[in-house]
């Protein structure tokens, strides 16, 4: 099966500006993760959807950071402005709603350099 | 607060050989998952093995097992067999049981590099 794709792999903006990922989850899986890791550190939850529902968004910034999963399908990432900060890489998971250990499935990630 | 912590930054090992990457955690809960995740350069991050807290037995995936001591909250991997393609970034991870979303709290990870 295809896993989880991503675009674009990589993304170099300067602060201030705005930038969007987009993740097209595995087929069937009701559940998608957006995490964000920094260098030297392990991922962190930015935000959870279950279908087009948000379930957790308790750690993302708010004030910059934006998700949507309008069909409970393909979900975008936006950050605007970005702040230097912001530099890291965004991965999206998936996982299917069945499963009890919810395993979740990563995609390769977006690096996004802001300067 | 939910922790885990990953003491070793880097580890190397020659091929073939066996290497133990170490993990413990930080929680209140009872119930829970364990995770060891495997990052390769290319980036997508990879289930290795999965552990229950309510299990005993440690488990075990072909060259992958771990070492789980729940009193002392430690999930230790060990890596049996060592191959090329064992390098990678490798990341401890918990999961909550009973939860409201399925947040995986990750450690900072453990760089394996394995030396012919």
């Known amino acids: 099966e295809a896993g989880v794709a991503q675009s674009p792999r990589y993304k170099i903006i300067e602060k201030r500006q705005s930038v969007a990922f987009w993740c097209n989850p595995i087929?069937?899986?009701?559940?998608l993760y957006w995490y964000q890791q920094i260098l030297g550190q392990g991922p962190k939850l930015l935000i959870q959807?279950?279908?087009?529902?948000?379930?957790?968004d308790s750690q993302l910034p708010k004030d910059r950071f934006s998700a949507e999963r309008l069909k409970g399908v393909d979900s975008t990432l936006k950050i605007q402005p970005a702040k230097l900060e912001d530099s890291a890489v965004y991965l999206c998971?998936?996982?299917?709603?069945?499963?009890?250990?919810?395993?979740?499935?990563f995609g390769p990630g977006t690096r996004l350099t802001v300067l | 607060a939910q922790t885990v912590t990953q003491s070793q930054p880097e580890m190397s090992v020659q091929e073939a050989e066996t290497v133990t990457l170490s993990c413990t955690y930080d929680?209140?809960?009872?119930?829970?998952?364990l995770f060891w995740y495997k990052q390769p350069p290319s980036r997508q991050m990879i289930l290795v093995i999965r552990?229950?807290?309510?299990?005993?037995q440690n488990a075990t995936e072909n060259r992958f097992s771990v070492n789980f001591q729940k009193a002392a909250k430690s999930f230790s991997l060990k890596i049996s067999d060592s191959q090329l393609g064992d390098t990678a970034m490798y990341f401890c991870?918990?999961?909550?049981?009973?939860?409201?979303?399925?947040?995986?709290?990750f450690g900072t990870g453990t760089r394996l590099q394995v030396f012919p």
């Open positions: 998971a998936s996982s299917f709603l069945r499963d009890p250990y919810n395993e979740q499935f």
């Open positions: 087929s069937g899986h009701a559940t």
């Open positions: 959807f279950q279908n087009n529902g948000v379930v957790d």
């Open positions: 929680t209140s809960e009872n119930n829970y998952y």
């Open positions: 552990q229950e807290a309510y299990k005993q």
């Open positions: 991870a918990f999961m909550p049981i009973p939860k409201n979303t399925d947040k995986l709290i």
